[in-house]
Each structure stands twice: as structure tokens, then as C-alpha cells.
């Protein structure tokens, strides 16, 4: 009962960590269609920036509660100006384009960020253990967990409900739903697509950057995990399907129940368990679980 328990916690809050990381990226392809490999590096600069700016607040005195909402300010502002910056400057010259040579952008844009970062903040690892520690812990069937992680699970929930109500429920929301399914035709109706792409992407961002920072208070900030985070969240993003929030939400679970059990009853599995997973999906649909399939202009 106990390895049961520890599984299914376990597994819910790594599930939430993967899904808040995984929700920008599939945004984004959803909308313009760009696997942004550069994701990767809009998590690292959350983490970066919240645990910089969690360390100063501390540092001068001020109430601790306030950290949390310093350390989702800190993201969010990083990730408004990397993202917009990088559409702007350098991803709208690459509409059209192949999405191969999209790719390739994404990707030295994500070695040049790494680098960026690394001049910025050196090699030392940030440690902001305070928001982590100030909410204690509690205990699920004799098992203790910190309550800050069983928060993700809520903070996760709350997110991704509410970017699923503005694209459904919303009329901004379903203009950015009609580019997804046809560019064109959103075209002619009068939507400013270059609009709803910088809009996009500068969410996707924001959304990257806050899962770092959420990530920050739990982990050693350190160079690298940019490069880790983002082959999960691909992971992720094709077991649920390119585009789907709701694909996005069942792949993190799949995801995270599958590591959390590999983790307690078959460790030597816990590398490549989800990779596995991601493998017997695309075996069996391709497009991966609430994908559309793609139609093809002849």
C-alpha cells in the first residue's frame, strides 16, 4: 500500500513539473507550427531569474509569502523579453520557411542562450530553497512530502484550465484557434496572424520561463538543465499529440506515473521508461494520443 501511494503522489507531482514545462512548447506548435527546441532555454532563464531574484528579496529582510509572487514576476518579465525579442528579431523572417531550417534556428538559438546565460550567471549553482521550505510538509499515508510539491499538482491544474477556457471559451481564443486550423482562411477573414504569432510565442515563453521558476525552489540551478528539460517535454508533447493541451495534461500523467513507477519498482528502467512509453505510442498512433492528422496539400 505504501509503494502504492508513494507511486501515485509521486508520479502526480512530476506529471504537474512536466505538464507546466510541456504546456508552452505545444502552444506553440499548435499555433506555428515550430518545434522550438529553444523552450529548453526559456525554462533555464525562469529558473535563473526567479531563483536571483528569490535570493535578493531574501536577503534584503522582506516578508518571505512575498517571494512566490517575486519569483512568478521575475519569470514572467524574463520570458515577455526573450520571447518577444526572439520572434521579432529573428523567428517572423523564418515564417514559410522549411520547418527543418526552423529547427536548426531554434536550436543555435537555445546554444547561444546557454552561453548567454553562462556569462550572465556562471558555472555556480542557485539554490532558492526559501519558498520550497516556508510551507513545511505534510503526511500522505505515513509518507512525508514537502507541501510546496503537492502545490504544483494545484498550480499545475489551475494553468492549464485556464489557458484551456481562453482558447475555448474566448473570442480571442478561438481567433487563435481558427489560425491553427487554417492559416490562410484566417488570412482573408481579417486576423492579424502576425499578431496572434507574436502573442503565441511570447506565451509560450512566459509559460516555459514559469515552469523554471516554479522548478527553482526543488532543484540546484545550474547550467544544463535547459538541455535536460527539453527532450522530456518532446517527449511529452508527442505521447499527448503537437498542439493539444488536453494530449499535453494526459501525456504528463502517462509520463509521470510511468517514471514514478519505474522509479520505486524498476529503477534500472527510470532513463529510458518514458522514452519507451513515447515509442509504443507513436507505434500505435503516430500523431500521438489527441493529435489530429495532418492533411496533406497535393
Known amino acids: 500500500m505504501t ?14 513539473w512536466l505538464f507546466l514545462v510541456a504546456l508552452g512548447l505545444t502552444l506553440t506548435f499548435g ?6 527546441i529553444a523552450h529548453g532555454s526559456f525554462y533555464a532563464i525562469g529558473a535563473y531569474a526567479a531563483a536571483s531574484a528569490v535570493g535578493a528579496y531574501v536577503q ?17 518579465i524574463a520570458g515577455v523579453v526573450v520571447g518577444y525579442g526572439l520572434e521579432r528579431g529573428l523567428l517572423r ?36 530553497y526559501q519558498p520550497d521550505m516556508l510551507l513545511g510538509t505534510s503526511t500522505v499515508f ?35 484557434l481558427t489560425v491553427i486550423h487554417d492559416r490562410e482562411m484566417s488570412t482573408f477573414l481579417g486576423i492579424d496572424v502576425a499578431k496572434v504569432f507574436t502573442v503565441t510565442f511570447t506565451l509560450g515563453a512566459v509559460l ?23 527532450v522530456l517535454a518532446f517527449a511529452v508533447v508527442v505521447i499527448g499529440g503537437m498542439g493539444s493541451i488536453v494530449g499535453a495534461a494526459v ?25 519507451a512509453l513515447m515509442s509504443l505510442v507513436l507505434i500505435v498512433r503516430p500523431q500521438g494520443l489527441f493529435g489530429q492528422a495532418q492533411p ?3
Open 60 to 76: 534584503a529582510g522582506l516578508s518571505p509569502a512575498g517571494g512566490y509572487l517575486v519569483m512568478a514576476g521575475a519569470a514572467a
Open 208 to 230: 516555459g520561463a514559469l515552469g523554471g521558476a516554479l522548478t527553482a525552489p526543488i532543484i540546484s540551478v545550474q547550467p544544463g538543465i535547459g538541455a535536460e528539460v527539453i
Open 296 to 298: 496533406r496539400k497535393i
Open 142 to 176: 505515513t509518507l512525508p512530502y514537502p507541501n510546496y510539491d503537492l502545490s504544483l499538482i494545484a498550480v499545475a491544474a489551475v494553468i492549464g484550465s485556464g489557458l484551456w477556457w481562453a482558447l475555448s471559451r474566448t473570442r480571442r481564443g478561438k481567433m487563435l
Open 31 to 36: 499555433v506555428m507550427k515550430i518545434l522550438n
Open 251 to 275: 501525456g504528463s500523467l502517462a509520463a509521470g506515473f510511468a517514471h514514478a513507477a519505474a522509479v520505486h519498482l524498476f529503477p534500472q528502467a527510470e532513463l529510458f521508461v518514458i522514452y
Open 3 to 16: 509503494t502504492t501511494v508513494a507511486i501515485l503522489v509521486d508520479g502526480a507531482v512530476y506529471a504537474s
Open 93 to 128: 523572417f523564418m515564417y514559410g520557411r522549411d520547418a527543418v531550417l526552423v529547427l536548426l534556428v531554434t536550436y543555435a538559438v537555445f546554444l547561444i542562450l546557454d552561453d548567454v546565460m553562462l556569462l550572465i550567471w556562471g558555472a555556480n549553482p542557485y539554490i532558492a
